[in-house]
């Protein structure tokens, strides 16, 4: 039962994380929806993992190079996130508010990537690898 309290817990914050995002494209005042574009950092930012996951997989050390490189890449993708609205209200394609609204949103979202590789990550009977 607390998987799926958890399960619960972190599509609720992923529905708070892109209403953020929804916000700071849709509201008539910011009206751009340059923003979207983060959608593409959501999607390939656990890729690395995966692929080291499964490289890796033979291997009981407490790291390895393909791991820190897939950690290597995955903060890459998660700074870039970050900084494409900062970039995108520095010349001047959105405003600044959206820009807040979108880092917050950023900030959820990922927190909510990390949340579900933290519980559904350990290798037991509740596994996201059963999936």
């Given at each position: ?70 950690y ?47 519980v ?5 009977d ?6």
């Amino acid at each position: 039962m607390a998987g799926i309290k958890a399960l619960v817990a972190l599509s609720f914050s992923g529905a708070i994380g892109l209403t953020f995002l929804m916000l700071g494209c849709a509201l008539e005042y910011y009206g751009v929806y340059w923003p979207l574009f983060v959608l593409l950092f959501y999607f390939i930012c656990p890729i690395p993992h995966f692929i080291a996951k499964r490289v890796g997989e033979d291997s009981e050390a407490a790291s390895s190079a393909c791991r820190e490189l897939a950690y290597f890449f995955t903060t890459g993708i998660v700074v870039s996130a970050f900084g494409f609205p900062i970039i995108l209200a520095r010349v001047e394609a959105i405003k600044w508010g959206a820009c807040g609204l979108v880092l917050a949103g950023n900030a959820v979202i990922f927190l909510t990537i990390l949340g579900f590789f933290l519980v559904f990550g350990r290798g037991d009977d509740f596994s996201w690898e059963q999936w």
